[in-house]
Nanobody, 125 residues
Framework: QVQLVESGGGLVEAGGSLKLTCAVS????????MGWYRQAPGKERELVAT???????NYVDSLKGRFTISRDNSKKMLYLQMNSLKPEDAAVYYC???????????????????WGQGTQVTVSS
C-alpha cells in the first residue's frame, strides 16, 4: 500500500508564500514522475507542475516564476514552493506520483499511480 500525504496548506494573504510538502510511503521500488495538481470549487482538477526522477520540471505557463516544484528522492518527498500568491490560486492541492512497487517476493511491479488526499490553500485578498 503506497500513501501520499500532503501538508503545508493554510490561509495566507495575497502576496504571501506557502510551501507544500508531499510525503510518500509504502512498498516502493522507484518513484518516477511526480506532480502537483489543484482543484478549485466548481472547477476541474488542473496540472500545476511536474518533475521527473532526474529533476526535469514542467510548469503551467501561468504559474512559471511564482511556483517551484522540487523533490528529495532519498526522503521520498515532493515540494511546491508558492510565492506571490493570488486569490485565484486558492484550491485544494493534490500530490500525484507514478511509481513501481515491490511485491512480497521482492519483485518490481508494473508502473502504478497514486494521489494524495489534498491540502487546502486559501488566499485572502
Amino acid at each position: 500500500q503506497v500513501q501520499l500525504v500532503e501538508s503545508g496548506g493554510g490561509l495566507v494573504e495575497a502576496g504571501g508564500s506557502l510551501k507544500l510538502t508531499c510525503a510518500v510511503s509504502g512498498s516502493i521500488f522507484s518513484i518516477k514522475m511526480m506532480g502537483w495538481y489543484r482543484q478549485a470549487p466548481g472547477k476541474e482538477r488542473e496540472l500545476v507542475a511536474t518533475i521527473t526522477s532526474s529533476g526535469n520540471t514542467n510548469y503551467v505557463d501561468s504559474l512559471k516564476g511564482r511556483f517551484t516544484i522540487s523533490r528529495d528522492n532519498s526522503k521520498k518527498m515532493l515540494y511546491l514552493q508558492m510565492n506571490s500568491l493570488k486569490p485565484e490560486d486558492a484550491a485544494v492541492y493534490y500530490c500525484h506520483a507514478e511509481y513501481t512497487g515491490l511485491t512480497g517476493w521482492g519483485k518490481q511491479t508494473a508502473t502504478m499511480t497514486s494521489w494524495g488526499q489534498g491540502t487546502q490553500v486559501t488566499v485572502s485578498s
